[in-house]
């Protein structure tokens, strides 16, 4: 059976846990979801989800709590990583706002807060790299990234113009919540078919 961890400083941590269990179920596999509000875990897990939140908040906690060192390791060694909206902020290289203490880790520029007040929250059908039919993705408060111009990040779906999911390496970013809907197929995506991360292959039991 797979170990997940889901990052639980702050934010929406209860409804990521069920979305990997979706995911992990589509695709044939067996897991057990750790909430992670301190160090010491992280280094167990075989994939990682940062949630949505408060990125100022998160980012101070995962270095006050020395998980962020963690998560950069587990990122190294090429294990999977969703990173979404705050989390995305946090992963970010440059988060465009000193009180956020930025990971490092995904080569993007992001706007906090960058589809405005009057469109606080919406839903929106994103047409998903990789996925078939349009994904139903929930934003709240949530960053755009703005420059992806290093190249290292590849564009997984844009909306307004400005692109709102990206990959590099073993790390999805979203800027939407995947995990608020029944649809699991981002944490699939994320976790079981990005061929640049390293999850423990299928036991053969037969
Ligand atoms: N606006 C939040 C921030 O900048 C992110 C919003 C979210 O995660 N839903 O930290």
Known sequence: SLTAGVVAVQGDVEE???AIERAAQAHGR???VHEIRNAGLVPDCD???MPGGEST????LLHSEGIAAEIQAHVEAGKPLLATCAGLIVASSDPNDDRVDELSLLDVTVER????RQKDSFEAPLDVAGLDEPYPAV????????????GNAAVLASWDGR???VQQGP???TAFHPELTPDSRIHGLAFFENDDATVPALENTS
């Open 113 to 116: 807060n960058a589809f405005g």
């Open 47 to 49: 994939l990682l989800a």
């Open 171 to 173: 790390i999805v970013g």
């Open 57 to 60: 908040t998160i980012s101070r």
């Open 16 to 18: 990521h846990a069920a």
């Open 139 to 150: 934003f709240i408060r949530a960053p755009a990234i703005d420059d992806v111009s290093d």
């Open 30 to 32: 067996e897991v057990t």
């Open 163 to 165: 692109p709102v999911a």
